[in-house]
């Protein structure tokens, strides 16, 4: 989706995995100039051919607005920011940082401080929507901050995102939002491949499980989204099996820290667990399947 803007700015976005680089692709589109890092080289060549810039990010660092980082973890974060390379401090005054990554509330706190400290603002703003909606533009952003850091990120929110949910001016609270949609995402997630494979035990098939689910009281975004990964017995990660040990393990963390007993979410966290202990990491989220086929011996789409 193009977007018009009225502001063209300077944008150097990390992380050009799934979500991040439909994010670049969108601000381009919407007619920013946008420097593109990522440890795999491919990544970058491939952001060149859609319009990245090809000048040395080193070279345009003082003149930068926003940074976009959309990387794994809050240490991919922090390294972004202030390791022995980061560019927090080679930020002109004012530069807006977006960080998009799932990080407990209490980092996003400590890393709106840092920046801060060195005269950058700070936009807590994890995002959800998955690798298609990124790059339509159309992702929702679960956004904290202060009236400038959400003013300065103005120019660039209209393009990546259909809805920004303005949640407040304490950094956190975004990230507390995306624990929440965590918590139900990777249940959602862990309960189709759960009861998908309890029907094929009772003789219903995956595909005739969709059609009949899919339009039922039972269904679900997840559900409707990830089910048909298995049917076609393709498992190219959109979301990979790796990202919900971390992103569980974040909500139960929380949850600790609040007294806050989490069972389902728990019993989830289990299964991508033993899903990454099969070798199914780096598989899409709906791999966790191949768990509860294994355990009783059911014979996936796809599988010899």
């Not at 918590?183 to 998908?196: D, K, P, Q, R, Y």
Request: glycine share 10%; hydrophobic share 50%; proline share 5%.
């Amino acid at each position: 989706m193009n977007k018009a803007i009225l502001d063209v700015q300077n944008i150097a976005t990390f992380g050009l995995g799934s979500m991040g680089y439909g994010i670049a692709t969108s601000a381009v589109r919407g007619g920013h100039k946008v420097w593109g890092v990522d440890v795999n080289p491919d990544h970058m060549t491939q952001f060149l051919s859609e319009g990245g810039q090809s000048s040395p990010l080193a070279e345009v660092t003082d003149a930068l607005d926003v940074v976009i980082i959309a990387v794994l973890n809050a240490a991919q974060t922090e390294m972004v920011l202030f390791g022995d390379h980061g560019i927090a401090a080679k930020l002109p005054k004012g530069a807006a940082v977006l960080a998009c990554a799932t990080v407990p509330p209490l980092f996003a706190k400590e890393m709106a401080a840092r920046c801060e400290a060195v005269g950058v603002l700070y936009l807590d703003a994890p995002i959800s929507g998955g690798s298609v909606k990124a790059a339509l533009g159309n992702l929702s952003i679960m956004a904290s901050g202060t009236p400038e850091a959400f003013a300065a990120m103005q120019p660039v929110l209209d393009c990546i995102a259909e809805t920004v949910f303005s949640l407040g001016h304490d950094v956190g609270a975004g990230s507390a939002m995306k624990a929440v949609n965590q918590l139900l995402a990777g249940v959602h997630i862990a309960a189709m491949a759960e009861a998908l494979t309890f029907g094929m035990t009772q003789g219903v098939t995956p595909e005739k499980f969709v059609e009949v689910i899919s339009k039922c009281a039972g269904t679900s975004w997840m559900l409707e989204n990830r089910a048909p990964h298995i049917i076609a017995g393709d498992y190219t990660p959109q979301s990979s099996v790796n990202i919900w040990p971390k992103d569980l393990g974040i909500v139960l963390e929380i949850a600790k820290d609040a007294r806050f007993t989490a069972p389902i979410a728990t019993a989830a966290l289990q299964q991508f667990t033993a899903a990454a202990a099969m070798g199914l990491g780096g598989e899409d989220d709906a791999a966790v399947a191949k768990v509860y086929a294994r355990n009783v011996g059911l014979t996936l789409p796809g599988e010899a």
